[in-house]
T-cell receptor, first 112, second 113 residues
Framework: GDSVTQMEGPVTLSEEAFLTINCTYT??????LFWYVQYPGEGLQLLLK?????DKGSNKGFEATYRKETTSFHLEKGSVQVSDSAVYFC???????????FGKGTTLSVSS | ETGVTQSPTHLIKTRGQQVTLRCSSQ?????VSWYQQALGQGPQFIFQ???????GRGNFPPRFSGLQFPNYSSELNVNALELDDSALYLC????????????FGPGTRLTVL
């Protein structure tokens, strides 16, 4: 079945460092891909999305490109801030387009 | 525009009891999905409701059931609670149709003792 694999955390960075969180997927067809962020004690917020191959999603300085050849959707940010500390989830829609399938999440901790 | 709200925020139950969690969808959304997020894991899809009918279900036993009301709000019911049911339960609302963005509520933290 469809699945998402994320790099395990925690990822610990200093402020202004470069961030990469790897995400690969297994799916039938070409599903829409998402990155969600979960701040402590809160629900999930959509960070960015891409709906077809080679699309680049971007928001708040974060970017991810839908790579069909490598079935990947890696999250990047050029300069992280303390306020970016959160758990990041990579996700895709199932084939029916009804359910999101999530990775296990990657915890990011940024120190000043 | 009112976002997705859930109640209660926290809940403590004992094994074997029953629980009902509630969700109000975002204004204009007619589809509600429920997810279970165990500690340290990603959310797992429980089921989705559209037009008051179940519209897809994940790998959860029948003791997990739901309802959707005419105003699109929804309930998640869990019978015969087990210790492993302890988790954050997330509700998400969306427009109907394939692949529409799902907007999540803050969740209900359920602890089963």
């Amino acid at each position: 079945g469809d699945s998402v694999t994320q790099m395990e955390g925690p990822v610990t960075l200093s402020e202004e460092a470069f961030l990469t969180i790897n995400c690969t997927y297994t799916a039938t067809g070409y599903p829409s891909l998402f990155w969600y962020v979960q701040y402590p004690g809160e629900g999930l917020q959509l960070l960015l999305k891409a709906t077809k191959a080679d699309d680049k999603g971007s928001n708040k300085g974060f970017e991810a490109t839908y790579r069909k050849e490598t079935t990947s959707f890696h999250l990047e940010k050029g300069s992280v801030q303390v306020s970016d500390s959160a758990v990041y989830f990579c996700a895709l829609f199932n084939q029916a387009g009804t359910a999101l399938i999530f990775g296990k999440g990657t915890t990011l901790s940024v120190s000043s | 525009e009112t976002g997705v709200t859930q109640s209660p925020t926290h809940l403590i139950k004992t094994r074997g009891q029953q629980v009902t969690l509630r969700c109000s969808s975002q204004s204009g959304h007619n589809t509600v999905s429920w997810y279970q997020q165990a500690l340290g894991q990603g959310p797992q899809f429980i089921f989705q409701y559209y037009r008051e009918e179940e519209n897809g279900r994940g790998n959860f036993p029948p003791r997990f059931s739901g309802l959707q009301f005419p105003n699109y709000s929804s309930e998640l019911n869990v019978n015969a609670l087990e210790l492993d049911d302890s988790a954050l339960y997330l509700c998400a609302s969306s427009l109907s149709g394939v692949g529409h963005e799902q907007f999540f509520g803050p969740g209900t933290r359920l602890t089963v003792l």
